[in-house]
């Protein structure tokens, strides 16, 4: 009995210690996830309706970085990015375009249907919610073909909001000297390893980074350039390894990362300026309904 009342006296005074001080944290989150109801309102108002939908996968990074690598790197770049000019952040999104590794342990490949259907989905419940402008970050080049046909393919119906597409920041005043290929220093090499140096380094194995080859097999250079065939990729780097991921260094990885935290800041910044498209939007989707009514 002195026992359960000690104890339900312990519990009253947590409930009283805890709502002694100050329970509205001081600044607002930029993660969707960790707002209340109330803090998300006023955060889409900080925002001024502009969003980030930071966009990943979940596929295989050469021999030392993890499957979920450009979901962590895209997501570090979006959210320090948002703490400088506040926009809120979409929780984890990763259900993008990876047919071409497939063939590699731990990738999860959506058809192509979903795909699409999910970021519609998606996009329209967060202008649902207030999300009037919406930036999708892409943290992973296989999306480069996906996404712009997403934001083209808005203009099929009226949508009261703008979806806007960035991909990677990379090059720019001040770039340290890299060790390797730029040609091919595409997935997983020293650019994209470096970064991950600065994003997630406990994830990093740096030491398995020439367990396999990254070069370039150049399977299908008898096609011209400008011939487009899917297996392009496959064709060129069968281990999903482009790069040399061994060179990697933090100095590159910083410079990377203030690069691309600085091209999603400008975005935001010109994105909370943008009337324009979407006034255009609606002129078209309104001419749209009856194109003989189009000046000519
Ligand atoms: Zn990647």
Redesign the pocket.
Known sequence: MYRSLLAINALCVSVLWSQAPATKPAQLSVHWEELTAADFKDGIGKAQGTCLLPFGIMEK?GPHLPLG??LLNVRYVALNAAQQEYAIVFPEYYFGQIFEAKHEPGTVAYTRGLQLQLLQETTDEMARNGCKKIIIVN???GNNSLLPFFAQSQLEAPHDYVVYVLGITRAGPGEPKHKSNPATDM??GES?TSLSMIARPDLVHLDRAAQESGADQGRLKGLPEGLYTGIWWYARFPNHYAGEGAVASRELGDFEAKTWINGVVQAIRAVKADSESLRLQNEFSERSKDPLKTPQ
């Open positions: 990074h690598n450009d943290g992973h080049g997935h997983a994209e």
